[in-house]
């Protein structure tokens, strides 16, 4: 096999990285889906004539990304997709400042423009009762902000799940942390009583276009609550900025 002898002369880390994407190859060759078995590392060993450790290091690797299940005394097996390895990396950008809450409104707002858009041709009679009853408890939550935030958040799932696409869903999992930020700043406290209102009747379009089967409409009270938030979240994003760090109040308090 001619990739045996590029593999051996292969570094270390490089050739853990090179018996990964043989495996990857091999699952699409193979056409393997999630719960299906994958060779173990003793047959991937032999078969490109690489070291035990090698195979287990790209198999970690694998486990990792969450495409391999690794269990003790069972062949490995490809797991079903993980938005929990996304949701590392998404947290990760947001607790070291490398993107904003902003930036995440950004980029959520093209997903959901489109599941707005899906939804409306889609969403089930269960998905779009779902929704009406979300909206309500949204409505009737008054000052509880927690409440807000929390069928906000439901909102956006069930519209998510009832787009059809598996990858709208996979996504918005994956955001959920900052997607969570962005919600508590756009619902907060801080509004005016006239501007939560503003948000709430935005939800009900939204809503009420889908639950029409109105696509265009869908999308376009979507695109609305969007700007509502992307405002009020650059606005509270500034005011923070502007605000001065606590060991700086210190040193100026003494």
Same mark, same amino acid.
């Given at each position: 096999?001619?990739?045996?002898?590029?593999?051996?002369?292969?570094?270390?880390?490089?050739?853990?990285?090179?018996?990964?994407?043989?495996?990857?190859?091999?699952?699409?060759?193979?056409?393997?889906? &999630?719960?299906?078995?994958?060779?173990?590392?003793?047959?991937?060993?032999?078969?490109? $004539? +690489? !070291?035990?450790?090698? #195979?287990? /290091?790209?198999?970690?690797?694998?486990?990792?990304?969450?495409?391999?299940?690794?269990?003790?005394?069972?062949?490995?097996?490809?797991?079903?997709?993980? &938005?929990?390895?996304?949701?590392?990396?998404?947290?990760?950008?947001?607790?070291?400042? $490398? +993107? !904003?809450?902003?930036? #995440?409104? /950004?980029t959520r707002r093209a997903i959901e423009l489109q599941s707005a858009q899906l939804a409306a041709r889609y969403a089930s009679d269960a998905q779009r009762l779902c929704l009406r009853e979300l909206v309500g408890q949204m409505r009737a939550a008054g000052a509880d902000s927690a409440r807000r935030v929390a069928s906000d958040?439901?909102?956006?799932?069930?519209?998510?799940?009832?787009?059809?696409?598996?990858?709208?869903?996979?996504?918005?999992?994956?955001?959920?942390?900052?997607?969570?930020?962005?919600?508590?700043?756009?619902?907060?406290?801080?509004?005016?009583?006239?501007?939560?209102?503003?948000?709430?009747?935005?939800?009900?379009?939204?809503?009420?276009?889908?639950?029409?089967?109105?696509?265009?409409?869908?999308?376009?009270?979507?695109?609305?609550?969007?700007?509502?938030?992307?405002?009020?979240?650059?606005?509270?994003?500034?005011?923070?900025?502007?605000?001065?760090?606590?060991?700086?109040?210190?040193?100026?308090?003494?």
């Amino acid at each position: 096999m001619g990739s045996i002898k590029v593999l051996s002369m292969m570094e270390r880390p490089t050739l853990s990285a090179q018996v990964a994407r043989h495996l990857l190859a091999l699952i699409n060759k193979e056409q393997l889906r &999630p719960g299906d078995e994958v060779p173990s590392e003793v047959q991937i060993g032999k078969d490109l $004539q +690489v !070291s035990r450790g090698s #195979v287990r /290091e790209a198999y970690r690797t694998l486990a990792a990304l969450g495409i391999l299940e690794i269990e003790g005394g069972r062949k490995p097996r490809l797991r079903p997709i993980d &938005p929990n390895v996304l949701l590392q990396v998404f947290d990760y950008a947001l607790n070291t400042a $490398q +993107v !904003s809450v902003a930036h #995440v409104l /950004e980029t959520r707002r093209a997903i959901e423009l489109q599941s707005a858009q899906l939804a409306a041709r889609y969403a089930s009679d269960a998905q779009r009762l779902c929704l009406r009853e979300l909206v309500g408890q949204m409505r009737a939550a008054g000052a509880d902000s927690a409440r807000r935030v929390a069928s906000d958040m439901a909102i956006h799932n069930v519209i998510a799940e009832a787009s059809g696409n598996p990858l709208n869903t996979m996504l918005l999992g994956a955001l959920r942390s900052p997607v969570e930020a962005s919600s508590r700043m756009h619902l907060n406290d801080s509004r005016s009583p006239a501007e939560l209102i503003r948000v709430i009747d935005a939800h009900e379009v939204l809503v009420a276009r889908i639950c029409a089967g109105d696509a265009v409409g869908a999308a376009s009270a979507m695109s609305y609550h969007f700007d509502l938030a992307l405002i009020h979240v650059e606005r509270e994003e500034a005011r923070s900025n502007e605000q001065p760090a606590p060991d700086k109040v210190r040193r100026t308090a003494d």
